[in-house]
């Protein structure tokens, strides 16, 4: 099981561009999460989806941010128009179940963005 | 929402040391705690969880954590800590049947040989 998978590891992008960043999750997950780590800061929950919805966006910045969740392929998280404050970086979770319940987590290595 | 506190950002100290990492949360329902360690270079690896139960929970390498309801913590313990134990450690909770978690800023552990 090859557990998480996100790429790129990292990514430099220049003020302006659009970053795709991708996550498989694990075998038999249907649950994707994604989280930004700030410098300094905690991971900060962004968007919750299962397979072609978007269960909770309530993290997402309201502009330039979107991610999805394919019937076939990978999640992906888009950010259009990156600003320097988007480097950060970005993890992806997934989990069989509401993480709530006893299914907890599995984390992907991440993808370092760096906005130049 | 559910915040969560971790003090003492950087912490370095001896092998053979013990180590003690506190975890504060605001919340007032139920929840589930976990703390998840980040080796250099590596993803978030789960090191140990409370759902229910006993409030002492063991996890892996040697670590342990302890649920104080009344003083909303879940410290994080080690006994004696090696050098591999160099990391970052995270605490995070969320409220039951919620499906986001909220973390702490992390503590950043340095073990020197």
């Known amino acids: 099981n090859a557990g998480v998978m996100q790429n790129p590891r990292h990514l430099v992008r220049r003020r302006g561009q659009e970053a795709r960043l991708r996550c498989s999750p694990m075998k038999g997950h249907s649950h994707v999460y994604w989280y930004r780590q700030l410098p300094e800061e905690g991971l900060k929950f962004m968007v919750y989806?299962?397979?072609?919805?978007?269960?909770?966006e309530s993290g997402m910045p309201k502009e330039r941010f979107s991610a999805e969740f394919p019937k076939e392929g990978p999640s992906i998280l888009r950010i259009q128009q990156v600003v320097r404050g988007d480097s950060a970086a970005y993890f992806c979770?997934?989990?069989?179940?509401?993480?709530?319940?006893?299914?907890?987590?599995?984390f992907g290595s991440g993808t370092r963005l760096t906005v130049v | 929402a559910q915040s969560v506190s971790q003090h003492n950002h950087h912490v370095i100290l001896s092998e053979a040391a013990s180590l003690e990492l506190g975890c504060n949360y605001s919340y007032g329902g139920t929840v589930n705690l976990f703390w998840y360690v980040q080796y250099p270079g590596q993803h978030l690896q789960l090191l140990l969880k409370y759902f229910s139960g006993d409030p002492l929970v063991k996890g892996i390498k040697g670590f342990e954590a302890e649920f104080i309801k009344s003083k909303f913590s879940f410290n994080l313990r080690k006994p004696s800590v090696q050098w591999s134990d160099t990391a970052e450690y995270f605490c995070a909770v969320n409220a039951q049947g919620n499906n986001r978690l909220a973390f702490g800023k992390g503590n950043q552990v340095v073990v020197i040989p």
């Open positions: 979770a997934s989990s069989s179940g509401v993480a709530g319940n006893d299914y907890g987590y599995t």
């Open positions: 989806l299962q397979k072609e919805n978007i269960i909770d």
